[in-house]
C-alpha cells in the first residue's frame, strides 16, 4: 500500500487528511458553514416579510444622516464609508495571512494591527447609526418611519434591522477580540516557535466570512 504522505506536514495518523489541510483550519470551514445557516435563515426570513409587505420603509430616507453634518440629507453615505472600513479591513487581513506564509513576524504583525483597527472603525460607526435611529424613536418594536406610499411601517423592519446587524456586529466584536489575541502571541514570537502561521488564515477565514456576510445585509436593508 502507498502510504506516501505529499503534504509538507502530516496532521493525523489516520489516513490521507480531508483536502490536505490541518484539522484546525477544517473545523474552521465547519463552523462558517454553521453560521452561514444562521446567517441565511435570518435574510430568508427578512426577504420574506420584506416582499410579503404591499410598501416599506424607503432606506434612502432612514439612512441619510452622517455625523457631524447636522440635517444634510446624504442617503447612504455613511454606510458606504462603513463598507469600505470593513471591505479593507478585509485586504489588511490578506496582507497578514500572506506575511505569515511567508513567517515575516514584523508584517503580520503591522498587517493584524491595521485589521483590528478598521475592525474597531466599522464598530464605531455601528454604535454611532444606532445611536442616532435610537434617537430618532426607532428601536425594538418601534419604527417611526413611514412606509414610502405614506402608510404607517410595522415594527417588521426596525426588529430585523437591529437583529441582524446587531447579530453581525456581535461576529465583528469576536473577530476584534480573537486579532487582539492573535496579535498578542505574533509579538510573543508564539507562531515563531511553532514553526507556522496558521493560526493567522484560520481567524482570517472568519474575518473574511464576516465581510462576506455584510455584503448580503447591506443589500438586504440599505439598497432594496
Excluded at 41 to 62: C, H
Aim: glycine share 8%.
Amino acid at each position: 500500500m502507498d502510504t506516501a504522505v505529499t503534504a509538507k506536514k502530516k496532521w493525523w495518523g489516520g489516513g490521507y487528511s480531508p483536502f490536505n489541510v490541518s484539522y484546525g483550519k477544517l473545523m474552521m470551514w465547519y463552523f462558517l458553514m454553521s453560521d452561514a445557516f444562521t446567517f441565511g435563515a435570518l435574510l430568508i426570513s427578512y426577504g420574506t416579510i420584506r416582499f410579503m409587505s404591499t410598501s416599506w420603509p424607503d432606506p434612502n430616507e432612514v439612512f441619510r444622516s452622517f455625523p457631524l453634518m447636522g440635517h444634510a440629507h446624504m442617503p447612504l453615505v455613511f454606510v458606504s464609508l462603513m463598507t469600505f472600513i470593513l471591505i479593507m479591513s478585509s485586504v489588511t487581513m490578506v496582507l497578514a495571512v500572506h506575511a505569515g506564509h511567508h513567517r515575516n513576524q514584523k508584517d503580520v504583525a503591522k498587517w493584524l494591527i491595521w485589521t483590528i483597527i478598521g475592525g474597531i472603525a466599522f464598530l464605531s460607526c455601528q454604535a454611532w447609526e444606532w445611536t442616532h435611529l435610537f434617537h430618532e424613536g426607532a428601536w425594538w418594536g418601534r419604527n417611526p418611519f413611514s412606509n414610502v406610499n405614506g402608510t404607517v411601517a410595522s415594527t417588521n423592519f426596525t426588529n430585523f434591522f437591529f437583529t441582524i446587524t446587531g447579530f453581525h456586529g456581535l461576529h465583528v466584536t469576536s473577530g476584534v477580540v480573537l486579532n487582539i489575541v492573535i496579535l498578542a502571541n505574533v509579538l510573543k514570537g508564539t507562531y515563531e516557535q511553532r514553526g507556522h502561521y496558521e493560526m493567522i488564515e484560520k481567524v482570517g477565514l472568519y474575518w473574511h466570512f464576516v465581510d462576506l456576510v455584510w455584503v448580503f445585509v447591506f443589500t438586504c436593508f440599505y439598497l432594496l
